[in-house]
């Protein structure tokens, strides 16, 4: 399942409202803070199955809680957190719906499968940690004749390669 280009773009367009809303410093070297920026905590769980890399869940009224596992790199880290921002603000309803958000129960979303809601969670998370006019930027400084080093993209951004190199395929800046 795919989300078509309306969707990837309404959710791009959110990423650069919470980005500007939240004064966010691209790129985010300490997603840790953007958290407790937003009202949130990040709580590292080992208990957290194979299936899953991190929940989030409400924990109050204007706030919440990320479980992650520690079991992950950074760069996977900051996706799966990332991940869990867009489940916060698209699925949950945080400052974006205050009905929705005000009938959230404490049950967690959890990162996994391949349900729409995951995928539109992907895409916020590439979005967030990688927004387009700053991806560009830093493209074009690691791109050599006809060759992209996508390695120094995504160290960079603080993701993997394959995040950054998904990110650049989207966007129409590499091949697929």
């Not at 959890?110 to 991806?135: D, I, K, T, V, W």
Request: glycine share 6%; net charge negative; hydrophobic share 40%.
């Amino acid at each position: 399942m795919a989300l078509n280009y309306e969707m990837k773009n309404l959710i791009d367009a959110m990423t650069q409202e919470v980005i500007k809303i939240y004064n966010i410093q691209i790129p985010i070297t300490d997603i840790d803070e953007v958290v407790r920026s937003m009202g949130g905590v990040i709580r590292e769980d080992s208990g957290i199955d194979s299936f899953s890399d991190g929940r989030i869940r409400k924990s109050g009224s204007d706030s919440f809680v990320i479980e992650v596992s520690p079991f992950q790199t950074e760069e996977r880290r900051n996706f799966t957190i990332a991940h869990e921002l867009g489940h916060l603000f698209l699925h949950m309803g945080f400052q974006t719906n205050e009905q929705r958000w005000n009938e959230q129960a404490n049950v967690p979303y959890y990162r996994n499968g391949n349900s729409e809601l995951e995928y539109q969670s992907n895409e916020f998370a590439a979005a967030f940690l990688m927004p387009r006019y700053e991806f560009k930027r830093v493209m074009d400084e690691h791109t050599d004749g006809s060759m992209v080093n996508t390695a120094e993209i995504a160290r960079y951004f603080h993701v993997s390669v394959s995040a950054a190199a998904n990110r650049g395929k989207w966007l129409g800046y590499l091949k697929w």
